[in-house]
């Protein structure tokens, strides 16, 4: 059965945090030309903070949407936060500007790569070595260019239901919550 495509917003740190994301959302949730991104203009300054800043504002917005088949999805790198972290953090921001939490049916699917994306990239195009303890980003840069690794390939691997298994929980949780987290886009409201 096909999906019906939604639109709404990617809001990320950077150009990879768009890389993977784009290709994963538009494998199955969101039509041509449907997924506004939001991600730090020029790389210029701490993309988690820049993140952080716009995300209560997003919320909003997406709420005003209600009705539609709108969704909001979050990339925040854990970088040296864990997964829990992150989301207390973005909880927080919530909390200043006096919204409620996210809800557990509404279409706000929060991702928090740990340590970063490149890790995740890394993990599912064969890695067995990244955990989230490790900076990982020239890795994937290297293996990038050998051809071995890539965003692409990295959303591609995603459905590959045999990655989903206990050494990924265990080595990767932030990624097995991502899993979980993608489900959000299903939701009918």
């Given amino acids: 059965m096909r999906r019906p ?5 990617l809001l990320c740190e950077d150009l990879e945090h768009e890389r993977f994301f784009r290709r994963l959302l538009s494998t199955r949730w969101f039509g041509e030309g449907k997924l506004r991104v ?3 203009p020029n790389n210029q300054g701490a993309g ?3 993140v952080l800043e716009r995300y209560a504002r997003e919320v909003r917005y997406a709420r005003s949407k209600r009705g539609e088949s ?4 979050v990339a925040i790198d854990g970088d040296r936060y864990k997964l829990q972290e992150r ?3 973005l909880d927080q921001k919530l909390s200043d500007e006096s919204l409620p939490m996210r809800a557990n049916a509404e279409k706000i699917a ?14 599912l195009c064969g890695n067995r070595e990244v955990d989230e303890n490790g900076d990982f980003k020239e890795l994937f840069k290297a293996a990038e260019g050998r051809g071995e690794a890539s965003a692409r390939a990295a959303a591609a691997a995603w459905f590959d239901t045999t990655e989903q298994n206990e050494i990924e929980q265990r080595r990767l949780p932030s990624l097995t919550a991502g899993r979980t987290e993608i489900e959000r886009l299903d939701r009918r409201k």
């Fill in 38 to 40: 939001e991600r730090i």
């Fill in 5 to 9: 495509k939604l639109r709404g917003a």
């Fill in 110 to 123: 929060i991702f928090v790569p740990t340590r970063s994306i490149e890790t995740w990239e890394l993990w």
């Fill in 70 to 73: 709108y969704a909001l999805v």
């Fill in 87 to 89: 989301l207390q953090q």
């Fill in 48 to 50: 988690d903070a820049w």
